[in-house]
């Protein structure tokens, strides 16, 4: 069965940092590119980070840059996304998608697979 679990999100404090994971099962994860994308609430989902099979990465969010990482580790079909120095405006619901052709896009339309999201609160 094709899956994609997010975990590691939770309320942290302005500053703070938080890593989240997503673990793939069911596909060829390791020829996908996976994307990160989050959604606060009345905002349509935004394009934060993306890697390549390579572990090349593209950032599509400017406030990110400097602060938040992607990593993956194929041997375990996980990638990490690292989050340090987090603003209340971090705060979302964090997914990861997958899409094949190792292609990476900042519109989660491109994406062929999701997780069910994992939440971040960044507040004091």
């Known amino acids: 069965q094709l899956q994609l679990v997010e975990s590691g999100g939770g309320l942290v404090q302005p500053g703070g940092s938080l890593r989240l994971s997503c673990v793939a099962s069911?596909?060829?994860?390791?020829?996908?590119?996976i994307g990160w994308f989050r959604q606060a609430p009345g905002k349509e989902r935004e394009g934060v980070l993306c890697?390549?099979?390579?572990?090349?990465?593209?950032t599509y969010a400017g406030s990110v840059k400097g602060r938040f990482t992607v990593s993956r580790d194929n041997a375990k079909n996980t990638v990490y996304l690292q989050m340090n120095s987090l603003k209340s405006e971090d705060s979302a619901v964090y997914y990861c998608?997958?899409?094949?052709?190792?292609?990476?896009?900042?519109?989660?339309?491109?994406?062929?697979?999701w997780g069910q999201g994992t939440q971040v609160t960044v507040s004091s």
């Open positions: 069911g596909f060829d994860y390791y020829t996908y590119a």
């Open positions: 998608g997958a899409r094949r052709d190792n292609y990476c896009s900042s519109s989660a339309q491109m994406y062929d697979y």
């Open positions: 890697i390549y099979t390579s572990g090349g990465t593209t």
